[in-house]
């Protein structure tokens, strides 16, 4: 059972234009949720986090917008660039006593020059 | 910097053979996870680790064995390599403050096994 669910696996924006990449869940239990970065033949390095306190969080060009009531979260990257282009997880984690990730799918994203 | 490095980033393997992936983090973290990446199924866990010689199943640990005898490695063992597990491999470690620390990954390991 997906607790975390991508359900776009792939998208394509015009450079300079706002990428939208969008998550689901599950769990109510989830309190804390992340996003990563992944470019071919690389781990996943860390992008932004958000903590259910929260609605927004925001770190330069990356916004990150957590709906509770919907669980559904969305990072947006304004304006997009090609450096931009790689896959994009969404992770959820709970307090469960443990530290584990529940990772999504993932999305890749090609940025257009 | 937090370094993750694992032991190979590409492996060619046969059925049956046993293999041995491994992983040292740098950051004296109590935390470890093998995690395997497929298309269209983003990042499974195998096997995670709380501290030296504990170890805990993932979502998918059928076919895997893990170790740590060392706080900084950690060690994912394929008893019987078969087919199905070829697949791009991944190690992560993280701190005790799951809302401070993020996991930090290493490289990946891509396994084939003909």
């Known amino acids: 059972d997906q607790q975390v669910k991508q359900n776009s696996p792939s998208l394509s924006v015009q450079e300079g234009r706002i990428s939208i990449l969008n998550c689901d869940y599950t769990?109510?239990?989830?309190?804390?949720f992340l996003w990563y970065k992944k470019y071919p033949a690389e781990g996943p390095t860390f992008l932004i986090s958000i903590s259910s306190i929260k609605d927004k969080n925001e770190d330069g060009r990356f916004t990150v917008f957590l709906n509770k009531s919907a669980k559904h979260l969305s990072l947006h990257i304004v304006p997009s660039q090609p450096g931009d282009s790689a896959v994009y997880f969404c992770?959820?984690?709970?307090?469960?006593?443990?530290?584990?990730?529940?990772f999504g799918t993932g999305t890749r994203l090609t940025i257009i020059p | 910097d937090v370094k993750v490095t694992q032991s190979s980033r590409y492996l060619v393997k046969r059925t049956g053979e046993k293999v041995f992936l491994e992983c040292v983090q740098d950051?004296?973290?109590?935390?470890m996870f093998w995690y395997r990446q497929d298309p269209g199924l983003g990042l499974r866990l195998i096997y995670f680790?709380?501290?030296?010689?504990?170890?805990e199943k993932g979502d998918i640990p059928e076919g895997y064995s893990v170790s740590r005898e060392k706080k900084e490695r950690f060690s994912l063992i394929l008893e019987s390599a078969s087919t199905n597990q070829t697949s791009m491999y991944l190690c992560?470690?993280?701190?005790?403050?799951?809302?401070?620390?993020?996991?930090?990954f290493g490289p990946g390991t891509r396994l084939l096994v003909l």
């Open positions: 992560a470690s993280s701190g005790t403050d799951r809302v401070k620390e993020t996991q930090y």
């Open positions: 992770a959820a984690s709970g307090d469960f006593g443990n530290e584990k990730l529940t």
């Open positions: 950051m004296d973290h109590e935390n």
């Open positions: 680790s709380y501290d030296v010689k504990m170890k």
């Open positions: 769990n109510s239990m989830f309190d804390y």
